[in-house]
């Protein structure tokens, strides 16, 4: 069963700070997906990965892929309140299935 | 485009009711599935269906039937609700971009409570 960590569960930083959310597996996956999810709604699509070591950036978030494609990390410079949410790794094999991580639950606070 | 769409918004049902959860999308994705999400678990796939009469198992399919009659709709219906199947769920619609890559396209959830 292909599983996917991810770490912070939890992170609460003031606005202005950087910070780094982990997705880890055992498994190499063909893609990676981050996605953002508000209270009350659905996950939106941020990003997708695909090759091993990419790195791409959309504004502030900036989302890596691990070489062996494995892992991924997405990183915020200067945080806003509005980057407050629940943050979403999914890793795609060979079907339609993904398989979404645990989740990072990030509160900004200004 | 509506996009995906999702009805009820909130339902509270007794242990043993059934009911069917609607599932809308206007996208012309071939692919859609059926998602729970549980605190702290995030989210788990029920069923799927990679086009009109073809769906398949996910990891948690007790409970829970589907069928895919048009491309458009994919209901979810409860069997028999138990309380272990309160629970935030959210019907997905996915389309294949370059090569293996499947970008899902989420409705705003259905909030289940079974007492």
């Known amino acids: 069963t292909q599983l996917l960590e991810q770490s912070p569960q939890f992170l609460s930083i003031q606005e202005g700070e950087n910070l780094t959310v982990y997705c880890n597996s055992s498994?190499?996956?063909?893609?990676l997906q981050w996605y953002r999810q508000e209270p009350g709604e659905g996950p939106v699509l941020l990003v997708t990965?695909?090759?091993?070591?990419e790195v791409k950036k959309l504004k502030r978030l900036t989302f890596q892929f691990g070489d062996a494609r494995k892992d991924s990390s997405l990183h915020i410079t200067a945080a806003q309140t509005g980057d407050t949410g629940l943050y979403l790794c999914a890793g795609g094999g060979d079907t339609d299935k993904l398989i979404f991580g645990t989740g990072t639950r990030l509160q900004v606070f200004p | 485009n509506a996009g995906v769409t999702q009805t009820p918004k909130f339902q509270v049902l007794k242990t043993g009711q059934s009911m069917t959860l609607q599932c809308a999308q206007d996208?012309?994705?071939?692919?859609m599935s059926w998602y729970r999400q549980d605190p702290g678990m995030g989210l788990r796939l029920i069923h799927y269906s990679v086009g009109a009469g073809i769906t398949d198992q996910g990891e948690v399919p007790n409970g829970y039937n589907v069928s895919r009659s048009t491309t458009e709709d994919f209901p979810l219906r409860l069997l028999s609700a138990a309380p272990s199947q309160t629970s935030v769920y959210f019907c997905a619609s996915s389309y294949s971009r370059a090569g293996d890559t499947y970008e899902q396209y989420f409705g705003p959830g259905t909030r289940l409570t079974v007492t």
């Open positions: 498994s190499v996956f063909s893609s």
């Open positions: 996208m012309n994705h071939e692919y």
């Open positions: 990965v695909v090759t091993g070591g």
